[in-house]
């Protein structure tokens, strides 16, 4: 328990036209700026699936590592990412079981200027690749 890992990327404007092609999510917050100005957000935001995204990247590639797959997540998004922001998921170990190949972990995405934009819990499975 405490092992830690986490994984970077900048996100870019094609994220959102990558994600919009996959989820179908046209929302005007991610295209209009006219809209995106008059909200919250006072400009373009990505989709909150492109920002938990990393978090995948996080637990298939460095902990717990290859093989594994969410069972159950609790996020809740703090702040907007925008085109152009770096962010970095990072997940920490807070329990595992002994009977199953199952991890507990706090998770969190936090942009480059320090901003929280995303935090919770999620539970893995990790699947013996037999390699």
Request: no cysteine; charged share 25%.
């Amino acid at each position: 328990m405490g092992d830690t890992a986490e994984l970077s990327r900048r996100v870019s404007a094609e994220d959102i036209v990558r994600f919009t092609e996959i989820s179908g999510d046209r929302n005007p917050l991610h295209y209009d700026p006219e809209a995106a100005a008059a909200s919250r957000f006072g400009e373009i935001v990505v989709q909150g699936g492109v920002t938990s995204a990393i978090l995948n990247a996080v637990v298939a590639e460095r902990l717990p590592g290859p093989g594994t797959v969410f069972l159950n997540v609790t996020w809740d998004f703090r702040a907007p990412v925008r085109p152009g922001d770096t962010i970095t998921g990072r997940v920490e170990v807070t329990a595992v079981r002994d009977d199953k190949p199952i991890t507990e972990l706090r998770t969190s995405v936090v942009r480059d200027d320090g901003t929280v934009v995303l935090e919770g819990t999620a539970v893995t499975w990790t699947m013996d690749l037999g390699g």
